[in-house]
T-cell receptor
Framework: NAGVMQNPRHLVRRRGQEARLRCSPM?????VYWYRQLPEEGLKFMVY????????ESGMPKERFSAEFPKEGPSILRIQQVVRGDSAAYFCASSPLRTDTEAFFGQGTRLTVV | ELKVEQNPLFLSMQEGKNYTIYCNYS?????LYWYRQDPGKSLESLFVLLSNGAVKQEGRLMASLDTKARLSTLHITAAVHDLSATYFCAVVISGSRLTFGEGTQLTVNP
């Protein structure tokens, strides 16, 4: 049973480009959470999704950021027109059907905007 | 809004010494977690604390939870260099959404 898989592990984008970050949850997990970690800081919640539904996006910036978790395939965090301030590590976590269980983290995607 | 505060944020200690990291949170919580993060790596789950008075130990680390005081502690006994890392506490109000503290960067010197 593979863990939470994120790709790419490292992503470099020029200012103004789009970044797509992928997260495949653990087998049997239908809840996905995205967190952002700025350098030297803790993780900040961004969005919580279930299959085909956004449950809580209160941590998402209002513009340029979107997330989806389709019926088939990985969850995608999309950042349009990236800026230097978007440079961070983005972590995905998944949990099973019951939400009162521990979520497991992926290895993260480190986005660098140049 | 739930706030989670850790202190100290930076801790430099000598091998063999003991120390405690504190985690305060502002709202009643279902669960509290402690994680370890090495530079450039993901988070490794250390402890899950579910109830008032819970105490868990693994090797040189021991975590406790006082829900009435909204305080958790991570105690390090006889530190070794391998424990150097950043330690985060994280609190859950409902579901599995985590609110993290700022992290404590621990350096253990020989």
């Amino acid at each position: 049973n593979a863990g939470v898989m994120q790709n790419p592990r490292h992503l470099v984008r020029r200012r103004g480009q789009e970044a797509r970050l992928r997260c495949s949850p653990m087998k049997g997990h239908s809840h996905v959470y995205w967190y952002r970690q700025l350098p030297e800081e803790g993780l900040k919640f961004m969005v919580y999704l279930q299959k085909e539904n956004i449950i809580d996006e209160s941590g998402m910036p209002k513009e340029r950021f979107s997330a989806e978790f389709p019926k088939e395939g990985p969850s995608i965090l999309r950042i349009q027109q990236v800026v230097r301030g978007d440079s961070a590590a983005y972590f995905c976590a998944s949990s099973p059907l019951r939400t009162d269980t521990e979520a497991f983290f992926g290895q993260g995607t480190r986005l660098t905007v140049v | 809004e739930l706030k989670v505060e850790q202190n100290p944020l930076f801790l430099s200690m000598q091998e063999g010494k003991n120390y405690t990291i504190y985690c305060n949170y502002s709202t009643t919580s279902d669960r509290l977690y402690w994680y370890r993060q090495d530079p450039g790596k993901s988070l490794e789950s250390l402890f899950v604390l579910l109830s008032n008075g819970a105490v868990k130990q693994e090797g040189r680390l021991m975590a406790s939870l006082d829900t009435k005081a909204r305080l958790s502690t991570l105690h390090i006994t006889a530190a070794v260099h391998d424990l150097s890392a950043t330690y985060f506490c994280a609190v859950v109000i409902s579901g599995s959404r985590l609110t993290f503290g700022e992290g404590t960067q621990l350096t253990v010197n020989p």
